[in-house]
């Protein structure tokens, strides 16, 4: 009877053993899994951050257009915020220029150099703007559709 309980003891011991073992393993396992998940977020974030960020220009409905120019030939406005007053041109003004027949026809989805990106109807980009900082604001919006560092604004045909 006592040897039976010691080997019981025994097995028990070697069972808890191996648990801890395969317990370690499992944690070191996933330690490992989010730590090479978080240096391939970060690579593909300031990868996608690299794009155009320092550029000049911002593709509306996939063609190239000059910031300065745009800035030169568009009159700049102020609107008043919950954020304060701000300056920029108005973003129907630069939809405009696409020259489109019903341009409230159209979502547009406003895409920012680290890969932020919202979509806003027609309405508004009448009430919104842009900043020589390429910020698009909607002062009757949430500052979660305000979108910084504008690359790209893709034209939705509804």
Avoid at 109 to 127: A, H, L, R
């Amino acid at each position: 009877m006592v040897k039976s309980k010691h080997n019981l003891y025994i097995i028990k011991t070697n069972i808890r053993k191996r648990m801890l073992f395969i317990r370690g393993k499992i944690i070191h396992i996933l330690a490992i899994s989010v730590i090479i998940l978080g240096i391939v977020s970060t690579i593909y974030v300031n990868a996608y951050k690299e794009r155009n960020n320092n550029s000049n220009e911002i593709i509306i409905n996939g063609n190239n257009y000059d910031i300065s120019t745009i800035f030169t030939n568009i009159n700049e406005i102020q609107i008043t915020t919950d954020d304060g007053k701000k300056m920029g041109i108005p973003l129907n003004q630069i939809i405009d220029l696409l020259k489109e027949k019903c341009p409230s026809c159209f979502k547009y989805k406003i895409i920012g150099s680290d890969g932020y990106k919202q979509t806003v109807n027609w309405e508004d980009i009448e009430k919104g703007i842009f900043t020589i900082e390429k910020t698009a604001i909607f002062p009757h919006l949430a500052h979660s559709f305000w979108v910084k560092n504008i690359i790209e604004i893709e034209v939705i045909k509804i």
